[in-house]
């Protein structure tokens, strides 16, 4: 890859995908956005207990109670897919050997 800001760089050679080409190695905006929401959905479903005490102690406002049927709802969810004793065990074997 050519990068032509630098200020000892080569003239750009023919055929070179620069870093700012679409031959370049990076994602399309498109692409990026399903790989992070893939992530964002992974990190909520492990963490549906957590979520549910934060629910929890929420102070008391209007739409309060819909936040924690949605958490309780999300937890039961994770709760039926095993979800949360998968972490649970795998928290346990990654922090095997720790004192």
């Known amino acids: 890859m050519q ?6 760089a080569p003239p750009p050679q023919p055929g070179v995908p620069d870093d700012f080409s679409r ?3 990076t ?4 692409a990026a956005l399903v790989v992070l929401g893939a992530v964002w ?10 979520i549910l005490d934060a629910a929890y ?3 008391i406002l209007p739409g309060t109670e819909a936040l924690i049927a949605l ?3 999300w937890h039961a969810g994770m709760e039926a897919l095993g979800v949360p004793a998968l972490t649970q065990r795998l928290r346990a074997v990654l922090s095997w050997g720790r004192a």
């Open 3 to 8: 990068q032509p800001w630098m200020p000892d």
């Open 23 to 25: 031959a370049s190695a």
């Open 27 to 30: 994602l399309p905006v498109g």
């Open 41 to 50: 959905l992974l990190l909520l479903m492990g963490r549906s207990g957590a």
């Open 57 to 59: 102690g929420l102070p």
């Open 71 to 73: 958490a309780e709802a």
